[in-house]
């Protein structure tokens, strides 16, 4: 399937739908219409616009956590502590 931009939304939704996929459409922007779509380990953000498609996808490995010094960690950006609790893509400072 070729998408080329916001023409090709509802065939795109549609072969989601055939795959049994959920998705969440968001209007986040005032150029596009977002559509969030999850699958074990990933999650995938795509945006359509008048012209064209961009989509980003984020891999992890679902677990369930409790941790609350990593879910603060999360809340306030602070990458360098995100990198001493083994968080992949924290910044170590220095």
Do not use: C, W
Request: proline residues 1%.
């Amino acid at each position: 399937m070729k998408i080329s931009g916001l023409k090709d939304l509802l065939p795109f939704l549609g072969a989601l739908r055939d795959n049994n996929i959920l998705f969440r459409i968001e209007h986040l922007r005032d150029d596009s219409i977002m559509v969030t779509f999850s699958q074990l380990y990933f999650r995938v953000e795509v945006d359509f616009f008048e012209d064209h498609v961009e989509y980003s996808y984020f891999v992890g490995d679902e677990a369930v956590l409790d941790d609350q010094e990593l879910l603060s960690a999360f809340m306030n950006h602070d990458h360098a502590r995100l990198a001493e609790l083994g968080v992949k893509g924290g910044k170590r400072a220095g």
